[in-house]
Structures are given as structure tokens and as C-alpha cells.
Antibody, heavy 122, light 109 residues
Framework: QVQLQQWGAGLLKPSETLSLTCAVY????????WTWIRQPPGKGLEWIGE???????NYNPSLKSRVTISVDTSKNQFSLKLTSVAAADTAVYYC????????????????WGNGTTVTVSS | SSELTQDPAVSVALGQTVTITCQGD??????ASWYQQKPGQAPVLVIY???NRPSGIPDRFSGSSPGNTASLTITGALAEDEADYYC????????????FGGGTKLTVL
């Protein structure tokens, strides 16, 4: 049973950098798209970006200038950094395991972390 | 980039059948996947691929994807099915990023 455990700072000031990490337990790290998603309070889900085991990344164009997703295969972990945060970045951030690449005909996220609430406030 | 459009809210009488739809050009290239989210919880995958259910998802949940519209059908809705439902796929153009629909709030009456 694959499980994702995520952690990181929950309270930031404007202009600081958000940093979250997600550890993968109980399954292979290869062959999947390790993904970050966020959900502002009372709103829908927003796809932030993904990374595969070899370090190839893909970002939401609306966040691309501020986002970096990295991977540490030795620890089966992947991380999210979002720079210059503002109040609009306040959200619950989820990590998830994605399946299905650009050339596949399917795409889904079958395992999710529990979420980390990040609040940006001065 | 493409968008996925969902009705904001849908209601169904207890025990009846309800269909939630998701529309977007990317669905001509990718099957939609569907997620159920209850308050304060992480989303849970309920349908993926052509019409596949992960282990533990009841068979009252089913999906279809003709053309640019995907549908999630709940046959015999239970009170526990009241939740927000989101569809997702990859963008059919550009960098093929993931995209989510805006979500549908399902109320079971």
C-alpha cells in the first residue's frame, strides 16, 4: 500500500518561499509522475506541476516563474518550492502520484497525501 | 491551454441516479479521471481510464467519455456520496499539463 507523507512550513510572510516535501512509502518511485496540487480555501483544485523519477519537470504556466519541483530518489522524496508567496498562495497543498504521460490516453492521480495547510499572512 | 467545465452544483434524490459532466477539448485526447472530495479530506480517485474503478470504490460509480464530454454516473446515490466531484485530464496542447475542472457540489436530498 503506497502512502505519501508530506510536511513543510504552514505559516509564511509575503515574499517568503514556500517549501514542502513529500515522501513515498511502500512502492516504486519509478514510472510515475509525482505531482503537487493546491486548493485555496473554499475553491477548487489547481494543478501546480509534476516531476518524474529522472527529474523531468512540467509546470502550470501560470506558476512556472515561481515554482521548482525537485526529486531525491535516494530518499524516495520530492519537493515543492514556490517563491515570492502572497496571500493568494494561501491554500491546502497536496502531493499525489500521477499515472499517464503526455503520449498516453489516460491521466490520473491515484494516491494522495493528506495535505498541508499553508497560510501567507503578514 | 484547455479548460474543463463542470456544473457548479447538482442534486439527486436518495437512491436515484445522477450524472455529473465535464466538458473540454482535451477530453478528445485523454480520458477524464474523477475524484470525490469530502469536507476536510483529500480527494479520492473514483474513476480513471475508459471506466475503471480503483479497489474499494463501489460499483455504483461509473464513467463514460464520448467526444469532448466525460460523465460520472452514480447509480442509486447514497447519503455518503454527497461531496465535491472533480474531473481532470492533461491539456491536449502545449506542455500537456494537468488540468482540473472547477468541481461539482453534489447534494443528496
Amino acid at each position: 500500500q503506497v502512502q505519501l507523507q508530506q510536511w513543510g512550513a504552514g505559516l509564511l510572510k509575503p515574499s517568503e518561499t514556500l517549501s514542502l516535501t513529500c515522501a513515498v512509502y511502500g512502492g516504486s518511485f519509478s514510472g510515475y509522475y509525482w505531482t503537487w496540487i493546491r486548493q485555496p480555501p473554499g475553491k477548487g483544485l489547481e494543478w501546480i506541476g509534476e516531476i518524474n523519477h529522472s527529474g523531468s519537470t512540467n509546470y502550470n504556466p501560470s506558476l512556472k516563474s515561481r515554482v521548482t519541483i525537485s526529486v531525491d530518489t535516494s530518499k524516495n522524496q520530492f519537493s515543492l518550492k514556490l517563491t515570492s508567496v502572497a496571500a493568494a498562495d494561501t491554500a491546502v497543498y497536496y502531493c499525489a502520484r500521477g499515472q499517464g504521460g503526455a503520449t498516453d490516453y489516460y491521466y490520473y492521480m491515484d494516491v494522495w497525501g493528506n495535505g498541508t495547510t499553508v497560510t501567507v499572512s503578514s | 491551454s484547455s479548460e474543463l467545465t463542470q456544473d457548479p452544483a447538482v442534486s439527486v434524490a436518495l437512491g436515484q441516479t445522477v450524472t455529473i459532466t465535464c466538458q473540454g477539448d482535451s477530453l478528445r485526447s485523454y480520458y477524464a479521471s474523477w475524484y470525490q472530495q469530502k469536507p476536510g479530506q483529500a480527494p479520492v480517485l473514483v474513476i480513471y481510464g475508459r471506466n475503471n474503478r480503483p479497489s474499494g470504490i463501489p460499483d455504483r460509480f461509473s464513467g463514460s467519455s464520448p467526444g469532448n464530454t466525460a460523465s460520472l454516473t452514480i447509480t442509486g446515490a447514497l447519503a455518503e456520496d454527497e461531496a465535491d466531484y472533480y474531473c481532470t485530464s492533461r491539456d491536449f496542447s502545449g506542455n500537456h499539463q494537468g488540468v482540473f475542472g472547477g468541481g461539482t457540489k453534489l447534494t443528496v436530498l
